[in-house]
């Protein structure tokens, strides 16, 4: 029993960007990219952060420190979290169809998409992914998990700030109007 504990949330994870590498390959034409800079170092803090996750090797003994006991508790609400914001990045990324990147675009022929999870917030999948994210923290019981999803939230943050500069540029009032309307990560509130 011991090994479904310890390889839930990899396989968890590894099926879910398995489904995301797939669902990659029939997107729309690129018509602007984001710059290289900005990819680049959005790669290298998710390494980091990934890193943080995999191993228990780091030499810090502090990002082990435990948060809260471990137990049955933790892990089973970790898991529920983890997937509810896996499925609902997917449910995400089913609406936005062939509109996906996962770098900051425009797309050719490119649609606003606001129903289905973009009427509750306009960044659903990264909601889902930090929701994931946070679940998997929950589980872990370890500072490292909070710095992990601190990283990740801070790598999103500035990524999608710049999906609103260029949303407001390709769609204008309409964009702003959503955006007024609709929270940016978290229903109703933010």
Do not use: C
């Amino acid at each position: 029993m011991l090994w479904f504990y310890e390889s839930f949330f990899p396989v968890v994870w590894v099926i879910f960007v398995v489904y995301w590498q797939i669902k990659a390959i029939k997107t729309k034409t690129t018509q602007r990219l984001e710059p290289a800079a900005s990819r680049i170092l959005r790669v290298v803090i998710f390494l980091i952060a990934i890193a943080l996750l995999v191993t228990t090797r780091i030499p810090l003994p502090w990002l082990y420190l435990p948060l809260w006991p471990v137990g049955l508790w933790p892990f089973w609400l970790g898991a529920a979290v983890t997937v509810a914001g896996l499925l609902f990045a997917v449910w995400a990324r089913v609406y936005l169809g062939r509109n996906w990147s996962r770098s900051v675009t425009i797309k050719q022929d490119h649609e606003l998409i606001t129903t289905g999870p973009y009427a509750l917030v306009r960044h659903p999948i990264y909601t889902g992914l930090l929701t994931g994210l946070l679940g998997t923290a929950i589980a872990l019981s370890q500072v490292r998990g909070i710095i992990v999803l601190i990283l990740f939230f801070l790598a999103f943050w500035f990524k999608l700030r710049m999906e609103e500069q260029w949303m407001r540029s390709q769609f204008g009032e309409t964009y702003t109007n959503y955006a007024r309307q609709t929270a940016g990560l978290v229903p109703f509130l933010f």
